[in-house]
Nanobody, 124 residues
Framework: QVQLVESGGGLVQAGGSLRLSCAAS????????MGWFRQAPGKEREFVAV????????YSADSVKGRFTIARNNAKNTVYLQMNSLKPEDTAVYYC?????????????????WGQGTQVTVSS
């Protein structure tokens, strides 16, 4: 079992930045791809970004390309999401998820473990 805890969310003005962190504990983090997803009120959970275990593969949703960057520090069992040039439409609960097969996929159904989420609110 892998436990994931997100942090770093909050309230920010449009154009601002936030960095989310996702700390993993419990069973080994080794070999897992890690993804970030978000869910706005009344909407389905959607893919944001993913990074493979070694960091060699990263993919981002078109809506965040050029603004959000995913990174990881395996020595610290932590994954990050740097969010710049935030927009009101980025407002959502952000979740990190772990994929033990290291597929690095956008398909949320293929993730094995999920955190509880952290709220990001962007004011206009």
């Amino acid at each position: 079992q892998v436990q994931l805890v997100e942090s770093g969310g909050g309230l920010v003005q449009a154009g601002g930045s936030l960095r989310l962190s996702c700390a993993a504990s419990g069973r080994t983090f080794s070999g897992y791809a890690m993804g970030w997803f978000r869910q706005a009120p009344g909407k389905e959970r959607e893919f944001v970004a993913v990074i493979s275990w070694g960091g060699g593969r990263t993919y981002s949703a078109d809506s965040v390309k050029g603004r959000f960057t995913i990174a990881r520090n395996n020595a610290k069992n932590t994954v990050y999401l740097q969010m710049n040039s935030l927009k009101p439409e980025d407002t959502a609960v952000y979740y990190c998820a772990a994929d033990r097969r290291n597929i690095a996929t956008m398909d949320l159904k293929l993730y094995d473990y999920w955190g509880q989420g952290t709220q990001v609110t962007v004011s206009s």
